[in-house]
């Protein structure tokens, strides 16, 4: 069973930064693919970046230029640099993996593993 555990949120001025953190544990296969996604209150989970096994990535539009994601496979660990943070930005983060290759990398529906999320609080 594969667990999913994020950190690395907090309270952030806007045009801070964070790097977020996403340890993965109970898995064998090399074949993961994993993605960022974010909820705010009253709000859609939407996809924010994923990226495939090969390193590959894929962003919102919302958050070109300013988060980065990357994964550690030594260390089983997805990471997502967040900068140039905006009150939009606030919302729960949360952790996705999956080992089937994803039709759509940013749609919830393609994950079947979650992590249960880190909060990002943004202070104008």
């Known amino acids: 069973q594969v667990q999913l555990v994020e950190s690395g949120g907090g309270l952030v001025q806007a045009g801070g930064f964070l790097r977020l953190s996403c340890a993965a544990f109970?898995?064998?296969?090399?074949?993961?693919?994993m993605a960022w996604f974010r909820q705010a209150p009253g709000e859609e989970r939407e996809g924010v970046a994923a990226?495939?096994?090969?390193?590959?990535?894929t962003y919102a539009d919302s958050v070109k230029g300013r988060f980065t994601i990357s994964q550690d496979n030594a260390k089983n660990t997805l990471y997502l640099q967040v900068n140039s943070l905006k009150p939009g930005d606030a919302a729960m983060y949360y952790c996705?993996?999956?080992?089937?290759?994803?039709?759509?990398?940013?749609?919830?529906?393609?994950?079947?593993?979650w992590g249960q999320g880190t909060q990002v609080t943004v202070s104008s």
């Open positions: 990226i495939d096994s090969d390193g590959r990535s």
């Open positions: 109970g898995y064998m296969y090399s074949n993961i693919y």
């Open positions: 996705a993996a999956d080992f089937i290759p994803p039709a759509r990398p940013m749609a919830p529906y393609e994950y079947r593993y």
